[in-house]
């Protein structure tokens, strides 16, 4: 069957092993001083294990696997102790995924063994199927009243990578913007600190087909003279791969494009 799950790039990976925490089920392990999926049924292909990666070294990818087992994951989960079972629990319900968390559930009383009290505000919003959607406050100090008008610094039109033509005129001996949605909402000076003086090019890599994404960033590197490509990201999890399939297209387009990275807090702040 086709399903998400993880892929990692073993020549970016350096086996520091940040990732493994962040992955309760077990489906990763340091290998030959690499991370590597264990197996097919332990991933659940949620990706939290993405933005714990320093080096941009694991992507989502949707391919064929073997069926994810909760009852196989269970028997490592029950295995690592109570602090495991908690942080699988936590995980499953964060994520809204409730069929596989009645599961565990049940599978915990089948054994006899205790159900553990998970974090009321962590589970707050267990609506949202990815981290980065947390809701939260971001309490500034704004004078509503006060109006300042500024200037786009938008110079083409249309902007989804998805509408683009790959010869666009406006890629040619360009500055290029790759951003993730969210990052004009997010940044107020989106327009004068990241976009001004560059074509830009937007997509989600948490809703859209990412390989898709590559392939099309590839041509568009290959077939275009572009100076230097600026990926403009937001700090949750679901975002890097942003980053990892542009880096990724850079290379396979045989140019040596100058990469840059920025990072965007949900405060709104360039990190």
């Not at 599961?103 to 009290?117: D, R, T």
């Not at 989804?160 to 990052?183: E, M, R």
Request: glycine content about 6%; aromatic content about 4%.
């Amino acid at each position: 069957m086709k399903r998400k799950i993880i892929k990692i790039d073993e020549k970016k990976c350096d086996g520091c092993g940040l990732c493994i925490p962040n992955c309760p089920e077990g489906a990763l392990q340091i290998i030959d001083k690499k991370a590597r999926l264990i197996s097919d049924l332990f991933c659940d292909g949620l990706g939290v294990c993405i933005g714990s990666c320093p080096k941009n070294a694991i992507i989502i990818e949707e391919r064929e696997a073997e069926p994810y087992n909760e009852r196989k994951v269970m028997k490592n989960i029950i295995k690592a102790g109570k602090n495991t079972i908690k942080a699988h629990l936590q995980h499953l319900k964060e994520h809204n995924e409730i069929k596989i968390y009645n599961e565990a559930i049940n599978i915990l009383k089948e054994n006899g063994i205790e159900i553990p009290k998970l974090e009321e505000n962590k589970m707050k919003h267990n609506f949202s199927n990815c981290p980065g959607a947390a809701i939260r406050e971001v309490n500034k100090n704004i004078n509503a009243s006060k109006k300042i008008e500024q200037k786009s610094a938008l110079r083409q039109w249309p902007v989804q990578l998805n509408l683009l033509p790959i010869n666009a005129p406006f890629f040619g001996n360009s500055h290029l913007l790759i951003s993730a949605d969210c990052v004009a909402f997010a940044n107020a000076n989106f327009h004068n600190k990241l976009l001004n003086g560059k074509s830009l090019v937007i997509g989600c890599p948490k809703l859209d087909d990412i390989d898709e994404y590559k392939e099309k960033l590839t041509e568009i590197f290959k077939q275009n003279k572009i100076k230097s490509v600026t990926v403009a990201i937001m700090e949750v999890p679901c975002c890097y791969g942003l980053y990892a399939i542009t880096e990724d297209a850079v290379k396979e387009s045989g140019k040596k494009i100058p990469l840059i990275k920025e990072v965007i807090g949900v405060d709104g702040e360039i990190q």
